[in-house]
């Protein structure tokens, strides 16, 4: 269908066209209480349509397939009229060399609300979360490529409570069914909740801070969006100007790769994906590019194009040398567990805020002191990773709904004096 | 697909059963810089069924398939999974047509047209002769059709153009300063006239660059606040509107958007000050969460949250209600055909006062006026709330006089409520997104409210 369709434009007078088709089967179960509140599942096809006359370009997501050919009709008579777009410069004519993505097709079959159970067998109190599994179908049509991919994914988060405010969250998310463990990840979730007793409200001041993956997951999916080159000419990275800089200590590096949870051998110009290093020993590297910007920034595409602007695909956080415990040896300063909305008062300097969630522990000298709720962390992006002190050996892939949407590879970090907030009244 | 087919072909199998069929044409515009980067049609139509059987609920959806045998199968299998006897409470099923009218149709609007706007405007912006080296503008026209039928009887035809559209600003004087702002309709593009966009826009431009070349540090400690309308209208959606979901309140989203500090009990306990009433109406015309059923054939109407600083009034889904022994106040939302309808705002807003602006600063010794905001957060309870000024001033002696860099309230959501002493008559509404639920929906929503003032608010 998409060379039929990418014949098709040329006919009509494109002068490059890109067609992708994809084919989405999900099912999700969605529980809390302790009970499944409904089951889901979606049967989705698109096609996403890129077509280019001269300098004039327009993109269609088309889901509504019965008038397809006056659809393409309607798109090339708007592609003509539409304005020069000064920032295109071609679709890729290279970099088609794809490697294989694995998967384990057990996953397809799998029984979601069987997890949801197993899960629950584990735990003491209530429990909250989903269980969501993706296969995908892609195949991909320019005048230079032609591909196709499948893959498929498997998610599972938890949010066990065993009274009101007292809560721990945890995820297992995996391409294999050898490596999902909900109920391992439904056990470490209730023994969260059991250590995080008396929660009391928190006290502001700089502290160290110790950030758990899925937390460290959450403030990397933020960072993701200033590695885009679109964002850095839109004035929402505050990764501009950084290229050749320290941004980070000599021992923090992290790569975006097309392998992860949601892997893909071509980006939406059918490129092929790869590792790109965006921060290694500490300096950034690049930022991420479809051949466009590649064109305006002065170097190449890195497989990164999505449907209008380039984007990241997995993140992965290169190991500590620190075992998690040595990182908790000695500790005094609180322990993060989880968050949640994190916003920025500007995005081109770094100001934000996020609000930690679940288990907060406040440590003395390696040991839990106490319990904290009710506390924002209120910093800078780009202070937070210049004072990072010490990451983890062990790592763990984190995809958490919103906040971690993005998934990717993170280790345990020890952040040196952090601003912590409250509120006042 | 026939849905009212699929509907009776249904009925025979599941308890309950609805159908809903959307066709939606969205063009999309960005411009990023004076340029357009990317000219979007996106083009959709699908169908969902939505059953209940024995206890449980099976959710399906597809734009592909056409075979109706398996469509349905698959609905049935899906709500096998649960055993949890959930029910949906019993509402009138109502027959009807909607439709929003327009004055400038979108369906007439060429592209030429919308690039030539957006390209004024930003022209306009440029021409105040501010340094503002990024500009992001988005523009986007929707045509939805929407046909929903259920097992009560329920049968509703719908038509709904909407338009959307934000800027995001970059001014570089003595410091960086951002500004976002979300607009939305529903209707064509007079939209353009009723927002005042260009005015609007340039306003924000040299707001923002006061603040960038003459803006003040903040000052800390206790002192009065006066909120603009924007501050006021995101008090009110997010630390009122979401804490009152019923569905947040009863456990359903607590693995996600949370839970709430109010519980099911609460209905009567004192939040605010007896200035405080927050109403929620989908029924407002032309507003960008108008409805006039839900996404569960309910009959939208207005509800009192807040009503003179008191717990008033959740907001349900026939699902929710159920479960507190009530009916639907048709609060249903859902953001497209494939997602299931659990409680949503529409267009929330804290009701006006009478007081003007003059009388509501001429006695504040000292102070802050936030027009507007830049940074704004809650936690999962919806309890303890940031508000960081985009544009504010030092208010003297009922004045307003100089204008200041990001003050920052950081405040619980008694603590907020508690401290207003007065509304004015200004009521005015912006649009935004709003986000909720697994996989997310984004919803179109109005969130306003009048000038408000608080009294001996800490700042830090």
Redesign the interface.
């Known amino acids: 269908m998409e060379k039929e369709i990418l014949n098709k434009l040329l006919n009509l007078g494109a002068d490059d066209a890109i067609v992708k088709i994809t084919?989405e089967d999900t099912?999700?179960?969605?529980f809390?209480?302790n009970?499944?509140?409904?089951?889901?599942?979606?049967?989705?096809?698109?096609a996403d349509i890129f077509v280019a006359v001269g300098k004039r370009?327009?993109?269609?997501?088309?889901?509504?397939?019965?008038n397809m050919d006056a659809?393409l009709k309607?798109?090339m008579e708007?592609?003509k009229?539409?304005?020069e777009?000064?920032?295109y410069h071609g679709i890729a004519k290279e970099g088609f060399e794809y490697g294989n993505i694995e998967f384990d097709k057990k996953i397809i079959d799998a029984d979601?609300?069987d997890y949801v159970h197993a899960a629950l067998n584990e735990i003491k109190g209530?429990?909250?979360?989903?269980v969501l599994k993706k296969h995908m179908k892609t195949r991909i049509a320019t005048p230079y490529t032609h591909s196709d991919d499948e893959t498929a994914s498997i998610e599972f988060?938890?949010?066990v409570?065993l009274e009101n405010?007292i809560s721990g969250?945890r995820v297992s998310v995996a391409t294999d069914l050898k490596n999902f463990n909900p109920v391992k990840a439904a056990s470490d979730a209730y023994e969260l909740a059991t250590l995080y007793k008396n929660p009391k409200s928190g006290e502001r001041g700089k502290y160290d801070i110790i950030l758990d993956p899925l937390f460290f997951g959450s403030v990397i999916n933020y960072t993701l969006g200033s590695t885009s080159a679109?964002s850095v000419?839109?004035?929402?990275s505050f990764f501009k100007d950084k290229i050749g800089e320290n941004v980070a200590p000599e021992s923090f590096a992290m790569i975006d790769t097309g392998k992860g949870l949601y892997s893909r051998r071509f980006d939406d110009e059918g490129v092929a994906t790869g590792e790109n290093k965006i921060i290694e020993n500490g300096v950034y590297k690049t930022y991420l590019h479809n051949t466009s910007t590649g064109a305006k920034f002065k170097t190449k595409t890195t497989g990164n194009a999505g449907?209008?602007?380039p984007e990241s695909w997995n993140f992965e956080v290169k190991a500590g040398d620190h075992s998690k415990d040595e990182l908790f040896d000695s500790f005094t300063g609180l322990y993060l567990t989880n968050t949640?909305?994190?916003?920025?008062?500007?995005?081109?300097?770094g100001?934000?805020?996020?609000?930690p969630?679940d288990a907060i522990f406040y440590y003395e000298n390696g040991e839990v002191k106490e319990s904290w709720k009710?506390i924002?962390v209120?910093d800078n992006m780009l202070r937070l990773y210049k004072n990072i002190a010490a990451l983890s050996k062990e790592r763990q892939m984190v995809k958490w709904?919103?906040e971690v949407e993005e998934p990717g590879i993170a280790p345990f970090v020890l952040i040196k004096d952090v601003n912590i907030?409250?509120?006042?009244? | 697909m026939d849905i009212e087919k699929i509907l009776k072909k249904v009925e025979e199998k599941a308890d309950y059963a609805e159908v809903r069929y959307e066709?939606s044409l969205t063009n999309t515009l960005?411009m990023?810089?004076g340029?357009?980067?990317?000219?979007?049609?996106?083009?959709?139509?699908?169908i969902s069924l939505r059953v209940l059987y024995d206890g449980?609920?099976?959710?399906?959806?597809?734009?592909?398939?056409k075979d109706t045998d398996d469509f349905i199968k698959?609905a049935i299998?899906?709500?096998k999974?649960?055993?949890?006897k959930?029910g949906l409470s019993k509402e009138k099923a109502y027959e009807d047509k909607w439709a929003v009218t327009q004055k400038r149709k979108i369906e007439d609007t060429?592209?030429?047209w919308k690039?030539e706007y957006l390209q004024d405007l930003d022209k306009r912006m440029m021409d105040t002769k501010v340094n503002i080296?990024?500009?992001?503008f988005q523009l986007n026209d929707t045509l939805i059709e929407k046909e929903y039928v259920n097992s009560d009887g329920a049968k509703i035809m719908a038509y709904h153009p909407k338009i959307g559209f934000f800027y995001?600003?970059?001014v570089v004087g003595k410091t960086?300063?951002?500004g976002y702002k979300q607009f939305g309709y529903s209707g064509g593009y007079e939209a353009f006239d009723v927002w005042d966009l260009e005015n609007v826009a340039i306003d924000e431009v040299k707001g923002l660059n006061k603040v960038a070349n003459q803006g003040k540090e903040a000052p800390k400690g206790k002192m009065d606040l006066l909120c603009g309308p924007e501050v006021t209208g995101i008090a009110a959606h997010e630390s009122c509107g979401h804490p009152t979901e019923a569905d947040r309140i009863?456990?359903?989203?607590?693995?996600?958007a949370?839970e709430s500090f109010i519980k099911e009990n609460m209905v009567g306990q004192e939040v605010g000050s007896e200035y405080v009433t927050i109403a929620e109406d989908p029924t407002i015309e032309h507003s960008y969460g108008y409805y006039k059923y839900d996404g569960e054939g309910v009959k939208a109407r207005i509800k009192y949250l807040y009503k003179e600083g008191k717990i008033n009034e959740f907001l349900h889904s026939r699902e929710t209600a159920y479960k507190m022994g009530i009916q639907s106040n048709g609060a249903a939302r859902a953001s497209s055909y494939?997602r299931?309808p659990i409680p949503r705002m529409a267009n929330t807003f804290f009701v006006p006062g009478d007081y003007s602006f003059d009388e509501l600063i001429k006695d504040i010794k000292f102070g802050i006026y936030m027009k507007n905001f830049?940074?704004?957060?809650?936690?999962?309870?919806r309890?303890?709330?940031?508000y960081?000024g985009r544009e504010s001033y030092i208010i003297e002696n009922g004045e307003i006089k100089d204008p200041v860099k990001?003050p920052v309230?950081?405040?619980?959501t008694p603590?907020f409520y508690k401290?207003v002493d007065a509304a004015g008559n200004d009521l005015e509404f912006t649009a935004g997104s709003c986000?909720k639920s697994?996989?997310?929906q984004g919803l179109d929503v109005w969130m306003g409210g009048p000038t408000i003032r608080l009294r001996n608010?800490?700042f830090?």
């Open positions: 084919d099912e999700q179960v969605r809390s209480r009970k499944i509140d409904i089951a889901k599942n979606w049967q989705e096809k698109s370009t327009m993109f269609t997501t088309i889901k509504d397939f019965d659809s309607t798109l708007l592609a009229k539409a304005n777009n000064q920032s979601c609300k209530t429990a909250a979360g989903t988060s938890i949010r409570f405010e969250h679109f000419e839109a004035g929402l449907l209008v602007a949640w909305y994190t916003r920025f008062q500007n995005r081109m300097t100001e934000f805020s996020t609000i969630r009710d924002r209120s709904w919103y907030t409250r509120s006042t009244q | 066709k960005v990023k810089n340029n357009i980067d990317a000219v979007n049609v996106e083009q959709e139509k699908g449980g609920i099976g959710f399906v959806s597809t734009n592909s398939s698959r299998k899906m709500a999974n649960n055993k949890s959930v060429g592209l030429e690039i080296p990024a500009r992001i995001f600003l970059t960086v300063e951002q009863m456990g359903r989203e607590s693995s996600q949370g494939n299931e830049t940074e704004w957060n809650i936690d999962d309870k309890y303890n709330q940031r960081i990001r309230l950081e405040v619980t603590g401290a986000g697994d996989p997310m608010v800490i830090r």
